[in-house]
Each structure stands twice: as structure tokens, then as C-alpha cells.
């Protein structure tokens, strides 16, 4: 089982120095008043996972506002294969994010999921049903990049060519010749990124479906993209030439409204409430929290299967807005799924139910770790 035993901390956000020893590998629990600093501590732990962490701050954000000394987090992370030491920091030269796995400088971020994976969920996501189709689409490709490393780099190949050749067809009397390379690239680059959505998604309805819908609804899951749709019924060579014909024929219009009439840009991650045959954005706000859980719960339980490992999970302010029965079969699932989860909340009474879990508790206060104990 993954789980950190040891997280340190420097001039990251409301926290100058800061450490956390003696973790318990299943539960750990923050409990303190708004603005103590709990948040913080989970934002830290996601940024030892590749991408922008829970928040997608800006790296000049997460600096503590008083120290000049750039910001750094470091773990000391129980794998299978022994206790490997993570560490992340800005590097104010090159004004990036550097990682380091064993002390060495690695190549990329995404070599960090070699050694853990890193799910979440927080209070601004409640909104996620019901907000633009763009919140859902990076949702779900946080999910797929879990598994792909790869993912990510694709999605800004085709992003940047859109990029340079909605400014060609802005700009007016580009050449053939070039605008046809992007396409191509956007053709190759889109095809990738839309395969690899619709392979995760079928895998993570199957883990949904063998999921109990008594307290976290099951879910129905489907991508409506042009790209994704087209590779149900052809080939990715076939979508390819289907899709770079389509943007050919659609530069003049393109030109006038800016982007791509069509792409992975524009797809959308959908959501249906299986048991009411309904959709997510229609469901109560109750309703809509469940089904979002119930998603995280099949991921964590398809990267433990997949990986033979489960991953960190970590929940802000999650378990406050359940009733008392949910909230108890929460726990449960989570004891079953095994691995380390780390919850936050303002009242420790929530949490009596992790009693005998093997959970460290903590409190904050102010960014002071008041009290540890392992119950």
C-alpha cells in the first residue's frame, strides 16, 4: 500500500516550516476552524502528483507571502517497494515547478506516477454538474492522466496548434501549406486524446457498474465530442482524415468566430443518475455530491486494480455535507478500497466514526499542528 509517512513543508502558502511524522497509513484527519490551514496541507500533497495540485494555483501563489525563500514540499512516501522521498519546489531561476524522486532531478512530473497516484475532492467541485462543459472535460482528463502520462502533452499539441492557426486564419492570407500542417497535427494529436478518453471511460463504467448504488448512486457515463463519437463507429485513421477534411472546409468560418467550430476542445464529460434515468445537472444538489463520490470511489478502486496498489485520496470538507448514514458508509467503502485518505473538516465529531481505523488526528490552528494521536 502507498501512504505518506512523513510530509515536510517550507514557506508554502499560510505555513513558514511544517511537519507531519508518524502518519497513519489509512485514516488522517485535520480538523480546525476555517482558514486554520487544513486545505493547505492537501494542496501540498496533490502537488507531489504531476500538474497544477487541487487549485491550479499559480506557482508565485503558493509562496509564503512573508519568506523570500522559495516554497518546497517533501515526503517520504511507503511503496511496495520500499520508502521512496518526493520532493517538489519552485525554482525561482527558471520560474517552473522542479521534482525530485530519491534526490535526483527528474525529467518530468509525470515519473512521480511511478510511485503513487493522487485523487481528490474539494467544495468547489459540488459545482461540477452544473458549471460549463470546460470543468468537466479537465475533470475527466485529470482522471485519464492518472493512467496516461502521456495525455496531458498530447492535449497541449492540440491546443497549440489551434492556437497558431486560429491566429493564421485571424490574420488572413496564410498559407495552404502551413495551415494544413496544424491540422494535421490537430487531427493526430485530437484522435490520441479522444481515444484515450473513450478507452477510460468504458473501463471506469464497468468498475461503476459493479459498484453498490445504495448510498453513492451509480452512474452512467458517455463523452459527447465529435472526435469521440466518430472513433465509436471508425478507425483513427478513418476519424483523422475525417477530421482534418472537416477543419479544411470550415477555415472561413473558423477565421470569423475564432478556434474550431469542432474538437476535443469543445467535448463534454456527461453524467446520468442511472437508477432515475436522469441527468446530473438535473439531479438535487444531495444527488449530485453522491454521484460525484461514487465517481472517485470507481476511479480509486480502478487504479487499485489496474495497479495493484490503491491511490492517496483526499477529501475537503467532504464528509460534512453527508447525512449521518452516508457518511458512515463513506467510511466504509474507503476502509475497503485501503488506501491512505486524508479528510478535512471543522468538527471532530464528524470523524467519530474513524475511531479504531487506524486514523491520525490532528488539529489546526493558525498553521500550528496542536495535537497528533493515532486512534
Avoid at 82 to 109: C, F, M, P, W, Y
Avoid at 218 to 245: M, V
Amino acid at each position: 500500500m502507498t501512504a505518506l509517512s512523513e510530509l515536510r513543508l517550507r514557506n508554502f502558502r499560510s505555513y513558514t516550516e511544517a511537519c507531519l511524522t508518524g502518519l497513519a497509513s489509512s485514516f488522517v484527519v485535520l480538523t480546525g476552524d476555517n482558514g486554520a490551514g487544513k486545505t493547505n496541507i492537501l494542496e501540498a500533497i496533490s502537488l507531489l502528483s504531476p500538474g497544477k495540485g487541487m487549485r491550479s494555483a499559480d506557482l508565485d501563489d503558493l509562496q509564503n507571502r512573508e519568506m523570500r525563500v522559495p516554497w518546497g514540499i517533501s515526503a517520504n512516501v511507503s511503496t511496495s517497494f520500499g520508502s521512496v522521498l518526493v520532493a517538489t519546489a519552485k525554482d525561482s531561476l527558471k520560474n517552473k515547478r522542479t521534482v525530485h524522486i530519491q534526490g535526483e532531478l527528474a525529467k518530468s512530473q509525470s515519473l512521480l506516477l511511478e510511485y503513487f497516484s493522487c485523487l481528490w475532492l474539494t467544495p468547489q467541485m459540488d459545482r461540477l454538474f452544473i458549471d460549463a462543459s470546460g470543468a468537466r472535460r479537465r475533470f475527466l482528463d485529470r482522471m485519464v492522466y492518472s493512467f496516461d502520462g502521456g495525455h496531458a502533452g498530447r492535449i497541449t499539441r492540440f491546443e497549440n496548434a489551434l492556437s497558431q492557426r486560429s491566429k493564421l486564419l485571424k490574420d488572413g492570407n496564410a498559407s495552404p501549406v502551413w495551415l494544413t500542417s496544424l491540422e494535421n497535427q490537430m487531427a493526430e494529436s485530437g484522435v490520441a486524446v479522444a481515444a484515450a478518453r473513450n478507452d477510460f471511460v468504458d473501463r471506469l463504467q464497468q468498475v461503476c457498474n459493479r459498484r453498490p448504488s445504495k448510498d453513492f448512486p451509480r452512474a452512467i457515463l458517455s463523452l459527447n465530442g465529435f472526435i469521440e463519437q466518430e472513433l465509436q463507429h471508425h478507425s483513427a485513421l478513418e476519424t483523422e482524415e475525417k477530421y482534418k477534411n472537416f477543419l479544411a472546409r470550415n477555415r472561413e468560418e473558423d477565421a470569423v468566430t475564432g478556434g474550431a467550430a469542432a474538437g476535443i476542445h469543445r467535448s463534454d464529460f456527461c453524467v446520468t443518475y442511472a437508477d432515475k434515468n436522469m441527468p446530473a445537472q438535473d439531479c438535487s444538489t444531495g444527488e449530485q455530491k453522491a454521484l460525484l463520490i461514487g465517481i472517485i470511489l470507481s476511479q480509486a478502486d480502478l487504479i487499485n486494480a489496474e495497479r495493484g496498489t490503491p491511490p492517496l485520496l483526499l477529501l475537503d470538507e467532504v464528509a460534512a455535507h453527508l447525512d449521518p448514514n452516508r457518511r458512515k458508509a463513506l467510511y466504509g467503502l474507503l476502509s475497503e478500497i485501503g488506501g491512505q485518505v486524508w479528510m478535512t473538516g471543522t468538527e471532530a465529531e464528524i470523524f467519530s466514526g474513524l475511531s479504531g481505523k487506524n486514523t491520525s488526528f490532528l488539529t489546526v490552528n493558525s498553521g500550528q499542528f496542536l495535537l497528533q494521536k493515532i486512534a
